[in-house]
């Protein structure tokens, strides 16, 4: 028989026109690289209807003698010559089908490029093939999924009114240690490798639900396996992304296991540089096959000790928090809202971890979350956690610290379809039994801190406006200036009185209000408002810093040391400048 670019071993044969094949052992094309020159596929006139008389006789009771195929992608498929690669393993199988491959390939195209230039939809219609390959890029699926889908089906359309069978090759993730997991990432939030490749496995997947009959080569979930149960097989080059020798013969095996429903042949080829013990072990990882529908992707939740903080995992999935969350000093309890936020694909179930322990529970004395309907943080509302949290979605759970000791616990919040199983965070706060004040710019009962924040600032010619709040076991019984304000800050607004606390009457902090600190007994849990403001001296200085400092006593006399808290002041200058 006659067919164009006939491929039965490792090499095209001749007259099939350029391939894009890098030799086992040199550099390989970046993905991204410029692009190639199609691959052509010179075919005599009457090639078409030679092999479509072909194809109807070739049927056996076993199934066909051979498989056309025709691959479009880019240097995932020329790589270490994939086309090639599977030809050789079915052409020393010792049985049917041969495989016979074509390919037209671009460095880094994806499937809308490989569509604009038409070179692939003039060679699905010129020739008889049985199946038609499509890789998109390596981030397509995920990155730019609307396209991928659009075009896949265009191209699921032509393959099969040109009678051959859509085949999508499923690819893989990046390895561990490539940048795309940091959090840096221009891909938000991706993880992990088990996170991408659910993803491109789910994407490749709903690909192939548009037009029935389409296969999956699952290469990808095959290099997930390997990974699991064989990693000492290095499937990825150093750049993360191509595939090894080992890769490549991986990814062609699974190819015939998907295209034959047969296991590949012990006697077949097997590349040059890969053990037979390697090679056994890859054949037996590839029989996965085409058995990789309905992945769905997991949920991702991510920690904030406030509605504007989120801590990333590390790689090995545990959060790398530094130190434990500081509850301060305290003789009452003092409830906090942490916030949790699912940055994955899909939704994730949550659950108490059991691992709060006195003097920490969870807020109002309730079970987990710590409360009911919702709770307003930073001027946002944000709903308590239920048993699920859909992506993208943010919810708040509470964990109050009651003040009986001085103690650390963990609170653990548990996880079910997620890429890590928890999230733990410490939790530490000292037990005191004298009245205890905190000064900060926010409203809560654990706000910031010179431990645990930057400087309050603010501008030249503006207000700030702080929070003071007695957490302790006792009211006060006199609260006074105890360092005074650094020129050029002063009490009150610019203008103003001059005076300590700033003002009279009533104030605002984060939308909620303060009477100011003018009575000196202040009760226990209770909060009022000071204010402060600071001028341009104009000697051509640009920020300034003072402290909010405030003594005070209780009925057992002073308590040490101070409420304190750093303030900074930036003199505004002009832009552009003059």
């Not at 994806?110 to 390596?138: C, P, R, Y």
């Not at 995992?313 to 942490?338: C, I, K, L, Q, R």
Request: glycine share 12%.
């Amino acid at each position: 028989m006659r067919f164009p670019c006939l491929v039965t071993s490792v090499l095209f044969a001749a007259g099939c026109g350029t391939t894009h094949a890098s030799e086992p052992g040199s550099p390989s094309p970046a993905e991204d690289a410029s692009p190639h020159a199609d691959a052509a596929i010179d075919a005599p006139a009457d090639s078409h209807q030679e092999a479509q008389a072909d194809a109807q006789q070739e049927s056996t009771d076993a199934g066909p003698s051979a498989l056309h195929l025709l691959f479009i992608g880019n240097s995932y498929t020329y790589v270490n010559d994939l086309p090639s690669m599977l030809a050789s393993i079915a052409a020393t199988a010792g049985k049917p089908p041969l495989i016979t491959t074509a390919e037209v390939t671009q460095g880094g195209a994806t499937l809308g490029v490989h569509w604009s230039n038409g070179e692939a939809q003039t060679q699905i219609n010129s020739h008889q093939f049985t199946h038609v390959v499509l890789q998109g890029q390596s981030w397509e699926p995920i990155a730019g999924y609307t396209e991928f889908m659009s075009f896949g089906e265009q191209f699921e359309n032509l393959i099969v009114d040109a009678g051959a069978k859509p085949t999508l090759f499923v690819t893989w993730a990046r390895a561990p240690g490539d940048p795309t997991y940091a959090k840096a990432s221009t891909i938000d939030y991706m993880f992990s490798p088990g996170q991408m490749q659910d993803e491109l496995t789910s994407a490749y997947d709903d690909l192939a639900k548009q037009t029935p009959g389409t296969l999956l080569s699952c290469a990808g979930e095959a290099f997930r396996r390997s990974h699991e149960l064989f990693p000492s097989i290095v499937l990825h080059q150093d750049d993360f992304s191509h595939p090894t020798v080992a890769g490549t013969y991986l990814a062609a095996c699974t190819f015939y296991v998907a295209l034959t429903g047969q296991s590949v042949p012990a006697q077949s080829d097997v590349p040059a540089g890969l053990t037979a013990q390697d090679a056994e072990h890859l054949r037996d990882i590839a029989l996965i096959g085409s058995d990789c529908a309905d992945v769905k992707p997991k949920g991702a939740v991510v920690w904030g000790d406030s509605a504007q903080t989120m801590q990333f995992p590390n790689a090995d999935g545990t959060f790398p928090f530094a130190s434990p969350f500081e509850y301060g000093t305290a003789g009452m309890p003092v409830p906090h809202y942490f916030v949790l936020t699912n940055v994955g694909p899909g939704a994730a179930g949550l659950a108490d971890g059991g691992t709060l322990s006195a003097p920490f529970v969870w807020a109002a004395g309730a079970a987990f979350p710590g409360g009911t309907g919702a709770v307003s943080l930073e001027g946002a509302s944000y709903e308590f956690c239920s048993a699920t949290l859909d992506p993208g979605k943010s919810c708040a759970i509470g964990v109050s610290y009651t003040g009986a000791s001085t103690a650390t616990s963990v609170v653990t919040v548990s996880f079910a379809g997620s890429y890590w199983p928890a999230i733990a965070r410490e939790l530490h706060g000292t037990s005191t039994t004298r009245a205890a004040l905190t000064i900060s710019e926010d409203p809560g009962w654990v706000g910031c801190s010179d431990a645990t924040c930057f400087p309050a600032s603010f501008w030249a010619g503006s207000t700030l406006n702080l929070v003071v709040s007695n957490r302790g076991a006792m009211p006060t019984t006199g609260i006074s200036v105890g360092t005074p304000l650094d020129a050029p800050f002063l009490w009150g607004p610019v203008g103003g009185p001059g005076t300590f606390p700033g003002g009279t009457g009533t104030g605002t902090v984060g939308g909620q209000s303060y009477a100011y600190c003018e009575k000196q007994a202040l009760a226990l849990g209770e909060q009022c408002m000071i204010t402060l403001s600071f001028a341009d001296p104009g000697d051509g200085g640009s920020s300034f810093a003072t402290s909010a400092n405030l003594a005070y006593s209780d009925a057992s006399g002073p308590v040490s040391p101070n409420a304190n808290r750093q303030i900074k002041g930036d003199v505004a200058h002009p832009w552009p400048p003059p």
